[in-house]
């Protein structure tokens, strides 16, 4: 039994890692720019296709592979922000609405270059690491984790110690207060969206070896995404890190010894009863909704 | 204007008009290329009403691709044979995108206004739209979800796959050929294919003297991580693992999860497509004996004797470099339910959906792919119209899957029919259980 | 009298379309008349500023209501159909008080959560739900068979008849609702939010109306949508059509009443007659989606903007001698 719950926890801190990077990103994007990205999801995807084009494909070493995925889906976000969500700034619905349409561009396009059938990426490493005969981590699972905490220390240190990151959290605190400071919308709009989904690109990249790759793949990772972020309070980068790791361990457990649609239940209701004690979430304030 | 001429077109008399009262009415769309109407002469269309793009589009585009190929070959043979003179064949898509709605008016168009001649379709949630035009058109319709059969639509038949009735040969081989294997558990996600196939699953199982050890785990379609499943497989240190109907999607990360969990048991599947990709992320030791109920068409057992698939492995390598890395189950299905239709309608000379149902049916007998089988289904679906008789077991060896045995699914049924619908009603999959 | 003449020929065109149409044109035909209902219904809650991501899920609310009501208890169809939309109602009435808790987008993402576990609990519960297959063999409504008349609703041209008349029924219910006082609360609420409570309106009353009427309608549409396809499951409900829906309603614009139906029937032949007949198969949500982006860059404002334009242009021609104090007022 024992053996049992902690490989759960283990199963429980991967799946928090990689949701956590998802869901990051789409808080930073949504604090910054006001726009809910409903195409998080597809840059995951879009992450995960980089793998299977030049990792699959062209054999190229993985990570090489990962910083071209990186900053691939990254410029993604920066065509995403120069074409549509610019020009939208002043009209967040119809971000949602654009970010709609180009959902439907990546998947259209992922079906047709790569068929709709799920995609083989080949494992990096089948190394497992053995803390008993049933409780192991593999090393691949591990590299998310790693990746993760790594991650999200750099934007960390990033946010609080340069002043790129200052002016970040000047605008999503206060996007007029920081215009007024002589801060560049534009500027900030660019740097939050190429970091969104760079983020989301790169848990694409690191979990693309352990999941199937499809062209509707990120569909599922949205959900549990806004989820979190919407837990962790709109606009809030901790809360959205906290609550991805209650998420995970919840949706984890409850699969573990009930099912798996019970834990979607489980999840979603608990986020309606974070959300009717506290409608801003967890960690969020009133007038960032 | 007088009070019957208003409500003409409210009643079913007019629908029952053949395509060609649809010229006047179609005058509008048949400006555009590819909807002409009146189809030339020496030409037959075959419908094919399954999902093109999304999710659902793995079980619908692999098997127009396949027919396609079917189509060139069958074209280039000299065509289909009908009263003497040869016709051409061609395929006629329409993107249901999984939808009962969008699936209806697929179903009219093809039907009304294309002038095709047999409609096949992938059934399960969109059948229950079509069924309708399927009745007051007397279409013959075809699904490769048997689930779909009842007595109520005379006209649609399940000529290709018996899912999941097959399943039951792969357990009955695993408990012949390794009978210290004693106990099981299962998963599946809960759908319209995972829940039937965990009732012939479990009456598989029980009939093979396999305890389990658990009740069957089910997940959400959307689920990406298998983690938290496997560790719960795992946990009651079963022989046999069985993953039920699961899609590729979820086949490969759970046997990947279960390699690395270091699971050492037997499994048993119902697919297993790319297996060689799962070898590659597991190992071969671990796919060793693997069990699942899909051959390879490059097979040489698929060249044998009595196996009407017709150049199986030619069509696995034609298809392979058409569309490299999209094989599958549907792939040849479709292709399959074409062969039969092409015997019934040269038999019957007339590509009229009664008279070709009624060749194909003739007898109670039919050439299913695998063999000679018989037109069966009245205790389970309430209609003997779905086609059953051998299926292969496959088992991965050295690598490479094989076919071993041939199991017979009327034999197995004949002893064991009971516990079967015992399961089937227990989840609510018998017939008469349907909402 | 002007108006009169011109709802009358609108209603002739309405009542003489179908027999224009192909038959695959006049099945779409009778869902883009329950399509309508849906949007414009969607439009009444977006009037109070919040968008709810949880519409499409209370429409299924009605079909499964008026679907069961026939099914179980044998109820007769149109009363059906009025027992879905008042449990659509009902339902959204419950869902209130969690959710006009939140604001924005907790509201929105709080109406997707709550629309998704209605939905898994269909899935989840095989009795009465039917599970993941969902309910078939629905009852159409009855055939009318009264001497020379005969009436077969299976038959697209006969049900859109039905449809017809009951949409505009709906839509003639709404246009009221909202020109009436309540109806100026809800804009009121919207835009003057801390005005409209210092002036003594009680916010969140007239929220839960408005979501409640909107949800209403929708779960009527719904039950239309299950007695004329015959089937109904929990994917019948999913995301995937309430993004459908919200584009079109922001597509076409939200300012005014026709905007919703005006983005809904463009959008909707676009990509079901258009693009099919142009025979692209899995090019076609490609090119949607692009169109989506084109529309939402260039006409901001929604298509209704264009038809703003062009009236205002025509009233110019039409009245050149208009004081030009008057255009202003």
Redesign the interface.
């Known amino acids: 039994m024992l053996d049992?719950l902690l490989?759960?926890g283990?199963?429980?801190l991967?799946?928090a890692s990689y949701i956590s990077l998802v869901a990051v990103g789409l808080v930073l994007i949504?604090g910054v720019m006001g726009i809910?990205n409903?195409a998080h999801g597809e840059l995951f995807m879009a992450g995960a296709y980089v793998v299977v084009a030049l990792y699959s494909g062209f054999k190229l070493p993985y990570l090489l592979v990962a910083a071209i995925g990186l900053i691939f889906v990254g410029c993604l976000g920066l065509l995403m922000e120069r074409?549509?969500f610019r020009?939208?700034r002043t009209?967040p619905?119809?971000g949602?609405?654009?970010s709609?349409?180009?959902?439907?561009?990546l998947?259209?396009?992922a079906?047709?270059t790569f068929?709709?059938?799920?995609?083989?990426v080949?494992?990096v490493t089948?190394e497992?690491i053995?803390f008993s005969?049933?409780v192991?981590l593999?090393v691949q699972?591990l590299y998310v984790i790693l990746a993760a905490f790594g991650f999200l220390t750099l934007l960390w240190l990033f946010l609080t110690k340069t002043r790129f990151g200052w002016a970040l959290r000047a605008s999503a605190q206060d996007p007029e207060a920081a215009a007024l400071q002589g801060i560049s919308i534009n500027q900030t709009a660019k740097i939050a969206m190429f970091i969104g989904a760079a983020l989301a690109g790169i848990a694409g990249v690191l979990t693309a070896?352990?999941?199937?790759v499809?062209p509707?793949?990120g569909?599922?990772?949205i959900?549990a995404a806004?989820?979190v972020?919407?837990v962790g309070g709109?606009g809030s980068l901790e809360g959205a890190v906290v609550a991805s790791v209650a998420y995970a361990f919840v949706h984890?457990?409850v699969?573990?010894?009930f099912?798996?649609?019970?834990?979607?239940?489980t999840g979603?209701?608990l986020?309606?009863i974070v959300?009717?004690i506290k409608?801003?979430?967890l960690f969020?304030t009133a007038d960032r909704? | 204007m007088n009070v019957k001429t208003l409500f003409k077109g409210l009643s079913r008399r007019s629908f029952l008009g053949s395509a060609a009262s649809v010229a006047g009415a179609g005058a509008l769309s048949s400006s555009f290329p590819g909807m002409a109407i009146a189809a030339e002469d020496n030409v037959i269309k075959i419908g094919f009403l399954a999902p093109l793009t999304g999710p659902v589009a793995a079980w619908g585009k692999p098997g127009l691709d396949g027919c396609e190929i079917w189509a060139d070959w069958v074209n280039a043979a000299g065509g289909i044979n009908i009263g003497g003179t040869a016709h051409t064949v061609e395929f006629v898509g329409y993107d249901n995108e999984y939808d009962p709605g969008k699936a209806r008016t697929g179903a009219t168009k093809l039907i009304r206004e294309d002038g095709v001649s047999f409609v096949m379709m992938l059934g399960g949630d969109t059948w229950p739209g079509v069924e309708p035009v399927a009745d007051k058109t007397g279409m013959l319709f075809s699904t490769l979800l048997p689930s779909d059969l009842s007595p109520d639509s005379e006209t649609l038949i399940a000529p290709a796959e018996v899912h999941p009735v097959y399943n039951v040969t792969g357990v009955e081989w695993l408990a012949k050929n390794k009978p210290e294997l004693k106990t099981a558990v299962m998963c599946a996600q809960d759908d319209a294919l995972g829940l039937p196939s965990v009732a012939t699953y479990l009456a598989a199982f029980e009939a093979a003297g396999i305890t389990m050890q658990d009740d069957p785990l089910l997940f959400d379609p959307a689920t990406t991580d298998f983690a938290p499943v496997v560790t719960r497989l795992m946990s009651t240190d079963p022989d046999i693992i069985c993953l039920d109907t699961c899609y590729s999607d979820y086949v490969h990360p759970i046997c990947e999860q279960l390699f690395q969990q270091g699971y050492k048991g037997q499994i048993i599947s119902c697919t297993a497509d790319f297996y060689d990709q799962i070898i590659e992320k597991t190992s071969k030791e671990f796919m060793e004996g693997f069990i699942f109920q899909f051959p390879d068409f490059d097979d040489p057992a698929m060249e044998a004797e009595g196996i009407n698939f017709k150049n199986a492995n030619a069509f696995f390598e034609e298809f392979n470099k058409r569309f490299p890395g999209q094989w599958g189950a549907v792939s040849w299905e479709y292709a399959a339910i074409m062969d039969l239709w092409k015997a019934a309608a040269e038999t019957a000379g007339s590509t009229d959906p009664a008279a070709v149902k009624e060749a194909m049916m003739a007898g109670g007998k039919g050439l299913h792919a695998f063999g000679e089988a018989e037109w069966w289904g009245s205790d389970l679906f309430g209609i003997d119209h779905a086609l059953v008789g051998d299926w292969p077991v496959v088992v991965i060896e050295d690598g490479k899957a094989r076919i071993k045995a041939m199991g017979s699914i009327p034999d197995w049924y004949a002893a064991n029919g009971e516990l079967l619908k015992k399961h089937m009603a227990a989840y609510g999959q018998m017939w008469d259980q349907r909402t | 009298m002007r108006n009169f003449l011109i709802w009358l020929i609108v209603a002739a065109g309405l009542i003489a379309l179908p027999h224009t149409l192909s038959f695959s044109l006049q099945e779409i035909l009778v869902f883009l008349v329950i399509n309508v209902l849906l949007v414009v219904s969607y439009r009444l809650l977006t009037l109070t500023g919040e968008w709810s991501l949880g519409h499409v899920v209370i429409m299924g609310v009605g079909a499964y209501t008026s679907a069961l009501m026939t099914k179980r208890l044998g109820v007769y169809v149109p009363v059906s159909m009025i027992m879905g939309a008042l449990m659509a109602g009902f339902v959204a009435f419950l869902l209130s008080f969690p959710l006009f808790r939140m604001k924005g987008f907790y509201f929105l993402i709080g109406s997707f959560a709550s629309a998704e576990i209605i939905r898994l609990l269909w899935k989840r519960f095989r009795e009465p739900f039917g599970g993941p297959k969902g309910l078939k063999r629905i009852d159409s409504l009855a055939d009318i068979n009264i001497g020379p008349i005969q009436v077969d609703f299976f038959e697209p041209v006969a049900y859109y008849y039905f449809a017809l008349i009951v949409v505009a029924v709906c839509l003639w219910i709404l246009w009221r609702i909202e020109k009436s006082l309540v109806g100026l609360t809800f804009h009121a609420v919207h835009w003057q939010d801390k005005l409209a409570q210092a002036s003594g309106v009680d916010l969140r009353r007239y929220r839960t109306l408005a979501f409640v009427l909107a949800s209403s309608f929708a779960g009527l549409s719904g039950a239309l949508l299950a007695h004329y396809i015959g089937t109904i499951n929990p994917n019948s409900f999913d995301v995937e059509l309430m993004v459908f829906v919200l584009t079109w309603a922001i597509v076409g614009g939200t300012a005014t009443f026709y905007g919703p139906i005006l983005g809904c029937v463009v959008l909707t032949l676009l990509n079901e007659v258009v693009l099919r007949e142009m025979g692209f198969q899995q090019m076609r949500p490609l090119i949607y989606g692009a169109i989506m982006i084109g529309s939402i860059l260039f006409l901001p404002d929604g298509l209704e903007s264009l038809v703003k334009r062009a009236m205002a242009a025509w009233k110019r021609r039409s009245t050149p001698a208009a004081e030009p104090g008057k255009e202003s007022a």
Not at chain 1, 115 to 120: E, I, K, L, T
Not at chain 1, 209 to 212: A, D, F, Q, R
């Open positions: 049992l490989q759960t283990l199963n429980a991967y799946s949504f809910v409903f074409t549509m020009p939208l009209n619905l119809g949602l609405v654009a709609i349409g180009f959902l439907m561009i998947q259209a396009l079906s047709m068929g709709v059938r799920m995609a083989f080949p494992p089948q497992v053995e005969e049933r192991r593999p699972r070896p352990l999941i199937s499809n509707h793949m569909h599922s990772v959900i806004f989820i972020a919407i709109v984890t457990f699969t573990t010894f099912d798996g649609v019970i834990a979607d239940i979603l209701s986020m309606l959300l009717i409608p801003t979430g969020g909704a």
